[in-house]
């Protein structure tokens, strides 16, 4: 089993920036990639972006490439999430996740259903 806790969510005006982290505990050593999904209101849950825990291979959505970067801490099992020039569109319930399996594509970490374990979620709002 893989606990997930995310930390870091806020409020924050349109052009700030926020990092997000995600502490893992359990048997991390199972973990292949940590990534972050987001669900805004009405809306269905999205990638944002994915790291390999062991190379540090990273995929981003579209949305965000060049604003958002993720990293790791292996030492510390945490991955963080920095979000930088931020939009009012950027605002959602963010997700960690941690997939098991390897992926070697976009498609494949980008699919929602391949993740094992997920955090609780934390909320950023974006104002304008």
């Known amino acids: 089993q893989v606990a997930l806790v995310e930390s870091g969510g806020g409020l924050v005006q349109a052009g700030g920036s926020l990092r997000l982290s995600c502490a893992a505990s359990?048997?991390?050593?199972?973990?292949?990639?940590m990534g972050w999904f987001r669900q805004a209101p009405g809306k269905e849950r999205e990638f944002v972006t994915t790291i390999s825990w062991r190379g540090g291979g990273t995929y981003y959505s579209d949305s965000v490439k060049g604003r958002f970067t993720i990293s790791r801490d292996n030492a510390k099992n945490t991955a963080h999430l920095q979000m930088n020039s931020l939009k009012p569109e950027d605002t959602a319930v963010y997700y960690c996740?941690?997939?098991?399996?390897?992926?070697?594509?976009?498609?494949?970490?980008?699919?929602?259903?391949?993740?094992?374990?997920w955090g609780q979620g934390t909320q950023v709002t974006v104002s304008s």
């Open positions: 996740a941690a997939l098991l399996a390897y992926c070697s594509n976009y498609g494949c970490v980008a699919r929602e259903r391949n993740y094992d374990y």
């Open positions: 359990g048997r991390t050593s199972s973990i292949d990639s």
